[in-house]
């Protein structure tokens, strides 16, 4: 009888840290940023988020401008998280740190992009949006930087091309005619406070494609 007590107390404890790994399993996922979801990008340095619209440069690139708006109600400023070229990742999947995606403007189709440009208001780095219906090149992929194993929806992080090494910024310019107000976008070659981002508003994705979390779209 100890034997099988025994053995039924052993087959307990597996089965608890059994349920106790899914349940820490779900609870990540809930928590993170997920392949497929659509999400505003905040600049925690000048909050403001990642816009585009079809207004293009009229210098450098001349390809579709990106910029700043301090407005969190723009419907320009929805980005989808997706994998690189050829490398799609599992739509509801956590983003890991260190992980190459891509990040898609919602309304036109055209992915965040960098090049050696010098951008129109500081001369940093031109950044733009490239592409057609998803589809750019390989200068549209940028890495994610933090601190942990997943891009955790709540955490500040940087964004680094993987083709030029810039990361992905916010020093304070401002535009006049036609985008007056909007904050330039540029790509920096250090790491530092002009360079954090966080998720604010979007749709967040679990593997099993439910929708999350719907905030204004």
């Not at 992009?113 to 949006?129: G, I, K, R």
């Not at 929806?153 to 916010?170: C, I, P």
Request: glycine fraction near 10%.
């Amino acid at each position: 009888m100890d034997v099988m007590d025994a053995v039924r107390g052993f087959i307990k404890s597996l089965l608890f840290l059994l349920l106790w790994s899914i349940c820490e399993g779900s609870e990540s996922e809930l928590n993170s940023v997920t392949c497929g979801s659509l999400v505003k990008l905040l600049n925690t340095r000048h909050n403001v988020r990642l816009h585009s619209h079809d207004v293009k440069y009229g210098s450098g690139s001349g390809q579709q401008s990106v910029t700043g708006v301090e407005n969190a109600d723009d419907a320009n400023s929805y980005w989808q998280i997706r994998g690189r070229p050829n490398h799609p990742c599992q739509r509801g999947v956590a983003i890991k740190c260190g992980e190459a995606i891509r990040i898609t403007h919602m309304k036109t189709g055209r992915n965040l992009h960098t090049h050696h440009f010098s951008s129109p208001l500081s001369s940093n780095q031109e950044v733009s949006a490239f592409g057609e219906n998803g589809e750019g090149d390989d200068l549209d992929v940028w890495t994610v930087q933090c601190d942990g194993i997943h891009w955790e929806r709540d955490e500040a992080v940087r964004f680094k091309h993987t083709g030029t090494d810039v990361f992905l910024s916010v020093t304070g310019e401002q535009y006049g005619h036609p985008i007056r107000g909007q904050r330039e976008v540029h790509g920096m070659s250090s790491p530092n406070q002009h360079n954090w981002w966080r998720t604010m508003e979007g749709v967040f994705i679990q593997p099993s494609q439910e929708l999350l979390r719907h905030d204004e779209l």
